[in-house]
């Protein structure tokens, strides 16, 4: 069993910068993958991005490449969301996942954090 422990979330201004973090406890190891996704009022939940906590791999959704970056801390168990240049349309709860392998279901998750950018 795996447990994510989110935090990071908050209020900033149009172009300004955020970081969120996710540590894992629990049963993870080095083919786990982790990220996260978004839900904004009254949307689907959209993916974000994630690591490959093994080779280090990343995917990221298009329309936050060149703004959002994700980086490991393996000994630490723990990912790192830099977010900057954020936008209001990026106002949304994330939530940091997880997934046994790259072909895994995302079936572990944290609670969730807000992000809140204004005009």
Same mark, same amino acid.
């Given at each position: ?11 900033? %201004? ?10 894992? *406890?629990?049963?993870?190891? *080095? *083919? ?81 954090? %807000?992000?809140?950018?204004? *005009?």
């Amino acid at each position: 069993q795996v447990q994510l422990v989110e935090s990071g979330g908050g209020l900033v %201004q149009a172009g300004g910068s955020l970081r969120l973090s996710c540590a894992a *406890s629990g049963r993870t190891s *080095s *083919s786990y993958v982790m990220g996260w996704f978004r839900q904004a009022p009254g949307k689907e939940r959209e993916f974000v991005i994630a690591i490959d906590l093994g080779g280090g791999s990343t995917d990221y959704a298009d329309s936050v490449k060149g703004r959002f970056t994700i980086s490991r801390d393996n000994a630490k168990n723990t990912v790192y969301l830099q977010m900057n240049s954020l936008k209001p349309e990026d106002t949304a709860v994330y939530y940091c996942a997880a997934k046994g392998s790259k072909w895994g279901t995302w079936n572990y998750w944290a609670q969730g954090t %807000q992000v809140t950018v204004s *005009s």
